[in-house]
């Protein structure tokens, strides 16, 4: 039966292909196809961890035989039997060996595929008792993995492991088994780390439960150029594994099971979107002037070094935000040092061509945390909290490491040092007095680093309003509108039940925003936006007539915002834009 889920649209385009459930905690393990030839071998590895928990499972009975009913409860030893029951399912290794030889699926990814399958079968039981046995299965799974990763698979994921996203429309429907169907992951969260993770990844779509339009999980999704919904309420509990979905990006919108009708439409919107991307790509070498003789700076925002070349490739005319902290997720503490750092920043600046690379300082916290798969919840209000330069700030022997780091870059070429989240003159000191001290370790060590500009993110609503001390002390500022709004709304950008209210064309928001612009542009400093209304085309008039000249966003959306830029006459939009800053309602002065 056809039916539809609504959340919000963070990653254009049109998606078609089969559901991929994977639960939250479980989104860790590879995903990836195998060689026919290596099928074998991949059952075997869950053959192998699966016999290694039940002799383990074993030698417990055996020993809790020889205890008394206190050391080892009669509950004890009737859950290892359910236990092994589990264990011995047939359905389980058979789904497994099914996933494997049909679809190519790697042994963990067939093993929480059929883990997902059988875990629904026990949500619908109506026995509360059988129901309940869904966590020992989860638990089995879980020490069978454990078994698997001390056995090291002899098939080594493929440096890009992507199927076809987009096979004919009428391919998908002749044939419904084809190995070349493109995947959707549905799961209820993602963090950014784990986004990271698949960005060289077999799936052509995303689908969350929760997340916000601007969470750093959808702008990991928006940075891939992969259709995306977020906050899609429910998603991973009606879909099942294996069903048919179209992911539209564009819309916000999920539709499962649909019918040939539908499919064949939005078989047709994917193409038209695919025809749409190769006449912007015509734009890649065209300068971005508006029709007054503008030019405008149109720049990327990237992850990861390796982020660059794509950036390259779509014109961007050099890097406006690295959000450095990439480095540092999903690494268990053991965090990235100086040299390592510098050598990541200095193959980002290689990277880039000669062309400017502006590196943001350590941004975590809030919905980034450092380690693991949730959100920061160790603290009542993590989005207010230890976040950014206040968590550099707190640990100066880090900030440190970071700062040398992106100074010793800076020999390679041209690199700007931006700092997020500031809000007070004593910790724009305390800064930039660090700066200066890595300035003269380095000195000291002897030790080669280049020359910086020093920049501000405009990201809290304070800073906006004490624009002549960041100038005092900022060669340039680059406006975070996403926090921006989070912060002068309290909205939580990450919590999609406050989605609606979370508005890029609130009053405050673009008086905080003009202003900043305006001012830089006064005293001559350099301003950028690089929050996601840059990347946003609706807004890219505005902003032009706001008069910003210096966009950053992800290089998927650089052609679209030039075509923009290239129609634009900033002369008729200034005062227009002055006209919608004044307005009530300025998203429907502009029609948005
Ligand atoms: C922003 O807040 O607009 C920004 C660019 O930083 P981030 O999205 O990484 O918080
Ligand atoms: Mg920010």
Not at 258 to 265: F, G, Q
């Amino acid at each position: 039966m056809t039916f539809s889920i609504h959340g919000l649209a963070v990653a254009r385009g049109i998606a078609i292909g089969r559901a991929v459930l994977v639960a939250s905690s479980r989104v860790d393990v590879a995903h990836y196809f195998i060689e026919p030839s290596q099928v074998d071998a991949e059952i075997g590895r869950v053959r192998a961890g699966r016999n290694a928990v039940v002799d383990e499972i074993h030698r417990l009975q055996q020993s809790i035989a020889t205890m008394g009913p206190k050391e080892a409860p009669h509950e004890l030893a009737a859950l290892l039997d359910v236990h092994l029951m589990l264990l011995q399912d047939e359905e389980l290794i058979s789904g497994v060996k099914r996933w494997v030889t049909d679809r190519l699926y790697n042994a963990e990814w067939a093993l929480t595929t059929q883990l997902e399958v059988i875990a629904r079968q026990f949500d619908e039981m109506e026995d509360e008792y059988l129901r309940e046995r869904k966590a020992d299965l989860e638990q089995v799974v879980e020490r069978i993995l454990r078994h698997m990763k001390g056995v090291a698979s002899p098939v080594a994921p493929p440096p890009s492991h992507r199927r076809p996203s987009s096979p004919r429309q009428q391919d998908l429907l002749l044939d419904d088994d084809s190995l070349d169907v493109p995947l959707v992951l549905v799961a209820h969260d993602l963090s950014p780390a784990d986004m990271m993770q698949f960005k060289q990844s077999v799936f052509a779509g995303f689908v969350t439960d929760v997340g916000g339009k601007t969470s750093h999980t959808a702008i990991v999704a928006r940075s891939m150029d992969i259709p995306a919904v977020v906050g899609a309420r429910g998603a991973s509990q009606l879909v099942r594994q294996d069903d048919w979905l179209i992911v539209d990006g564009d819309a916000g919108v999920m539709i499962v099971d649909p019918s040939p009708i539908i499919l064949a439409e939005y078989g047709f919107k994917q193409r038209q979107g695919e025809l749409e991307r190769t006449r912007l790509a015509r734009l890649r070498h065209t300068p971005a002037v508006t029709l007054d003789g503008q030019k405008v700076e149109l720049l990327a925002n990237i992850e990861l070094p390796e982020d660059a070349p794509a950036a390259v490739n779509a014109g961007a005319v050099g890097v406006g935000l690295f959000r450095s902290e990439f480095l540092f997720m999903g690494r268990q503490g053991n965090l990235p040092g100086e040299e390592e750092q510098y050598q990541a920043y200095r193959r980002a600046v290689e990277g880039m061509q000669g062309l400017p690379v502006t590196i943001r300082t350590i941004d975590v916290g809030a919905d980034k945390p450092l380690g693991g798969n949730e959100r920061d919840s160790a603290h009542l209000n993590p989005a207010l909290g230890l976040r950014a330069i206040r968590w550099s700030l707190a640990d100066p022997g880090m900030f440190l490491n970071q700062l040398r780091a992106i100074l010793r870059a800076a020999a390679h070429g041209q690199v700007n040092m931006l700092i997020p989240m500031l809000a007070h003159a004593s910790e724009i000191r305390h800064t930039v007095a660090l700066v200066d001290f890595a300035r003269a370790e380095l000195d000291n060590k002897g030790i080669a680093y280049g020359p910086i500009k020093l920049g501000a993110m405009i990201e809290v609503p304070a800073a906006a309003l004490m624009l002549k001390t960041f100038l005092k002390y900022f060669d340039f500022l680059s406006i975070g509108t996403n926090d921006l709004i989070q912060y002068t709304l309290a909205i939580d950008r990450a919590d999609e039940s406050v989605a609606h209210l979370y508005d890029p064309l609130h009053p405050a928001v673009l008086r905080l925003v003009a202003e900043t612009i305006a001012e830089c542009n006064a005293k001559g400093k350099g301003v950028s936006v690089c929050g996601e209304m840059a990347g946003d085309i609706a807004l890219t008039r505005l902003l032009l007539g706001l008069g910003l000249r210096s966009f950053s966003m992800h290089p998927a959306q650089i052609l679209a915002v030039k075509q923009e830029v290239l129609r634009a006459d900033t002369q008729r939009l200034a005062p227009w834009a002055q006209n919608i800053l004044q307005a009530e309602d300025p998203g429907q002065a502009l029609g948005a």
